[in-house]
């Protein structure tokens, strides 16, 4: 009889582990199943189509269709083969005019005989001015072809934009990871004493400034990182590589942008919308790299795949 009650009572206490072992199986399926239930993917699918919608825009990246360096003196331009620089366009006259760059001082001026249309107004010479506060740049504009002045690193450029691009004309759709909801994130931000100006190289190799608030100390995927901040308005923008990078996202970076931190310094960070830069899309573009800190040694699964099926743009050809 009592070696019965002892086999009782063995067999009551696995029974009683079996049910604690699945109660606590319950809890964590629970759980998780929560924390997939409140991440928003309608608020997500929405920055996705918003992202389409600017980046197809008149102004967008995918309406780029040029970048062409000035050299001091005069450059002449037009579709003419034979021009400085060589605009292949059907709209843009096989003589174009002159832009002459004087230091920062930047000029144009028509052929004998024709008008430009400057800010959609004809003229035949006028100052070709960057944007500056809330003044855009000066716009020359022909039928769907358009040029304006821009800074590229420390060099002068004229940006090409053409509402008939192939990029924007043969657009399909981006690629985009599945939703992953363990890739939304909190990190601590720690401000700078004072914020700092870091000068950043971009793929052409130009160095161009960018402003420092401080840094922000997140664990993703089981790896943590201290990750350099820039500037972007009210708002944080990392700008970071990982090891999807290898295979499946742009080879040089992605981009996140966050809110401002709150005020106990936590930030969110969702790489859920990690986007790709302009130069993931088109060659015409420039795009800093990611600094030391934010090249990140985890595959983070989460947000814009690569555009192109090759693994790298074809900004390079820009470097000359």
């Given at each position: 009889m009592t070696g019965l009650t002892r086999t009782g009572r063995t067999a009551r206490m696995a029974y009683m582990t079996l049910v604690k072992r699945m109660s606590l199986l319950l809890i964590l399926l629970a759980?998780?199943?929560?924390?997939q239930g409140t991440y928003d993917e309608t608020a997500l699918k929405a920055f996705r189509a918003e992202r389409e919608k600017v980046l197809l825009a008149d102004n967008g990246w995918f309406t780029v269709a040029g970048l062409h360096f000035l050299n001091p003196g005069d450059n002449t331009f037009g579709s003419d083969p034979l021009n400085d620089i060589v605009l292949e366009f059907g709209d843009v006259p096989?003589?174009?005019g002159v832009i002459t760059m004087n230091g920062r001082d930047v000029t144009i001026k028509a052929p004998d005989g024709q008008m430009l249309s400057y800010n959609g107004a004809p003229v035949k010479e006028a100052p070709l001015r960057l944007a500056e506060g809330r003044r855009p740049a000066d716009l020359i504009t022909y039928k769907s072809t358009s040029f304006f002045l821009h800074f590229s690193g420390p060099r002068l450029a004229i940006r090409v934009r053409d509402q008939k691009a192939p990029l924007r004309t043969g657009f399909t759709s981006l690629k985009w990871f599945p939703v992953n909801a363990a890739m939304k994130v909190t990190g601590k931000f720690t401000p700078l004493a004072t914020p700092r100006v870091v000068q950043a190289p971009t793929i052409l190799g130009d160095l161009e400034p960018f402003t420092v608030p401080g840094h922000v100390a997140v664990t993703i995927g089981g790896k943590s990182a201290n990750m350099e901040a820039w500037r972007s308005g009210e708002r944080l923008w990392f700008v970071f590589r990982d090891l999807t990078s290898a295979d499946a996202t742009y080879p040089s970076a992605?981009?996140?942008?966050?809110?401002?931190?709150?005020?106990?310094?936590?930030?969110?960070l969702d790489f859920n919308r990690a986007q790709n830069?302009?130069?993931?899309?088109?060659?015409?573009t420039t795009c800093p790299l990611p600094p030391s800190a934010n090249k990140l040694a985890v595959?983070?699964?989460?947000?814009?795949?690569?555009?192109?099926?090759?693994?790298?743009?074809?900004?390079?050809?820009?470097k000359k």
């Open positions: 759980t998780s199943a929560a924390a096989k003589q174009g992605r981009f996140l942008y966050t809110d401002a931190p709150a005020a106990d310094g936590t930030v969110t830069p302009p130069c993931a899309y088109n060659p015409w595959r983070i699964e989460a947000g814009e795949k690569r555009y192109h099926a090759e693994a790298t743009s074809t900004a390079a050809v820009l």
